[in-house]
């Protein structure tokens, strides 16, 4: 290893080996080196730009960066630990390839400044990924839905039977989640999308640069307008991960639904071959394991979340080396929902089966129209809570005597009460149920149908 000195005259001795490890970044932030160089070719234009240096001198550092770029993507560039951070290591090799300029790329500028900008960058490139991915998920969820207006599935609360639902009600509700979590990143994107760059160290510079230049450059929508909050501030990647967090939230309640599905005591779905794993013993197991991953990674995700937040709640005015922490979280939550979005994407689209015959079985077996019958008499004028109580004794005596509500003899409906008609088979019957969920926003097919046409339109939102 040649002893190249990064710091200062002040500097006597190299920093003890552990040390050197310990505070290096290299490792992890190496990530972010395409938008470090496309960051400092921004401030090396803006330097020639505002005459720092020269309208030469600008091109040479932009075209050295360039290649370090081209140098990269042909995986010809690996810096070691000794060169800290991606940003020296920018740095130094560029000094290798046009010699003694190099070192003025680093006028007006600070490595704070610099990686605050370069996370925004990379930040921004992944919340257009993770939106578009949004998209496909909400796609194939209308996909299915539109196949299955009709199809029914019990619905739950307190995961005890409650009333029925259009299948495609049931799924259009993962869509509109999703669609918060499209609109959410858009919000976080307008706070990610303002440049740092020119905050300097912590105060600015003496230097007459122009920042409104760089950040055009850049497409950044704006500047920052204190430079003491342009380098400390990291409440962009908070707000980051906590859309993130909502994202796999919403991942891992579908991920538990189709664990439970699957299940044989559910069996709503059938998991195909390519998206389901076996024992290693038991030969019968069939395995939910890609929900279950989602359901398992959304942990490290909140984690993450915590993490961020818990840097910087202590920390004092202005960039303090704890914010390097910030990166690897930030890095691993991307990941982590990009990974997760694309497999329930493909889980959904091939992966799961409904098993339309068991649904309309499991939905016709229940007392999951007994509201039904309470609407029935209150809609002939009994008041409702004595129709609930009217038919919360026929549930009981039903339940006893082994029988369902649509067993029950016309007879023994008007002993219940004299205003039961020959149509109460008909109000009772599960396809009926849904339909006459007809409210603005419930299940009734026709609610759902006009849902998955407004749905269709918010897809098309910018
Ligand atoms: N690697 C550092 C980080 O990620 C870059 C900024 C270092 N700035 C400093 N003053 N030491 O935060």
């Given at each position: 290893m040649t002893k190249q000195q990064t710091w200062s005259q002040r500097f006597e001795s190299a920093l003890h080996p552990a040390i050197a490890l310990f505070n290096a970044s290299i490792n992890f932030d190496i990530e972010l080196i395409e938008y470090d160089l496309t960051g400092s070719q921004a401030h090396a234009k803006m330097l020639a730009h505002t005459g720092i240096i020269s309208q030469e001198e600008g091109e040479q550092l932009v075209a050295g960066l360039e290649q370090i770029r081209q140098e990269y993507r042909q995986d010809k560039f690996h810096p070691g630990i000794e060169a800290e951070d991606v940003h020296f290591a920018v740095e130094r090799r560029l000094v290798e390839i046009v010699g003694n300029l190099g070192k003025k790329l680093h006028t007006a500028r600070s490595r704070n400044d610099q990686v605050g900008t370069d996370t925004r960058?990379?930040?921004?490139?992944?919340?257009?990924?993770?939106?578009n991915q949004l998209r496909q998920f909400q796609q194939v969820l209308l996909d299915i839905a539109e196949k299955n207006v009709e199809t029914l599935i019990p619905g739950y609360t307190h995961l005890q039977r409650a009333q029925p639902l259009s299948l495609a009600h049931h799924l259009l509700a993962y869509f509109h989640m999703a669609q918060r979590d499209w609109e959410r990143l858009g919000d976080v994107f307008g706070r990610v999308n303002i440049s740092p760059l020119g905050c300097g160290a912590l105060a600015g510079t003496?230097?007459?640069?122009?920042?409104?230049?760089?950040?055009?450059?850049?497409?950044f929508e704006g500047v920052y307008a204190n430079s003491?909050?342009?380098?400390?501030?990291?409440?962009?990647?908070?707000?980051?991960?906590?859309?993130?967090?909502?994202?796999?939230?919403?991942?891992?309640?579908l991920s538990e639904e189709v664990i439970l599905w699957a299940s044989e005591e559910f069996s709503f779905v059938t998991l195909k071959d390519s998206c389901a794993t076996g024992s290693s013993i038991m030969p019968q197991k069939k395995n939910p394991d890609v929900p279950e991953l989602v359901r398992g990674k959304t942990?490290?995700?909140?984690?993450?979340?915590?993490?961020?937040?818990?840097?910087?709640?202590?920390?004092?005015?202005?960039?303090?080396?704890?914010?390097?922490?910030?990166?690897?979280?930030?890095?691993?939550?991307?990941?982590?929902?990009k990974a997760c979005l694309e497999a329930m994407t493909i889980l959904l689209q091939e992966g799961l089966e409904f098993r339309t015959q068991r649904l309309a079985e499991a939905v016709a077996e229940d007392f999951s129209n007994a509201t039904d019958v309470a609407d029935y008499l209150a809609a002939r004028g009994v008041p409702f809570r004595e129709a609930y109580n009217l038919v919360g004794k026929v549930v009981k005596t039903s339940i006893s005597a082994g029988k369902l509500l649509k067993d029950l003899s016309l007879e023994e409906w008007q002993q219940l009460h004299p205003v039961f008609a020959e149509d109460i088979y008909q109000a009772i019957l599960p396809q009926q149920v849904v339909a006459a969920r007809n409210s603005y926003g419930g299940t009734g097919f026709a609610q759902v149908k006009g849902a998955l046409l407004s749905a269709r339109d918010q897809m098309t939102a910018k």
């Open positions: 960058l990379y930040l921004r490139d992944q919340i257009q990924q993770i939106r003496t230097f007459p640069i122009d920042r409104h230049y760089t950040a055009k450059l850049l497409d003491l909050d342009g380098v400390s501030d990291r409440d962009f990647a908070i707000e980051f991960l906590c859309a993130a967090s909502l994202i796999m939230v919403h991942l891992s309640r942990g490290r995700v909140f984690g993450h979340l915590q993490a961020m937040l818990v840097m910087m709640k202590g920390l004092p005015l202005a960039y303090n080396k704890d914010l390097q922490e910030d990166k690897e979280g930030l890095f691993d939550s991307v990941v982590t929902v």
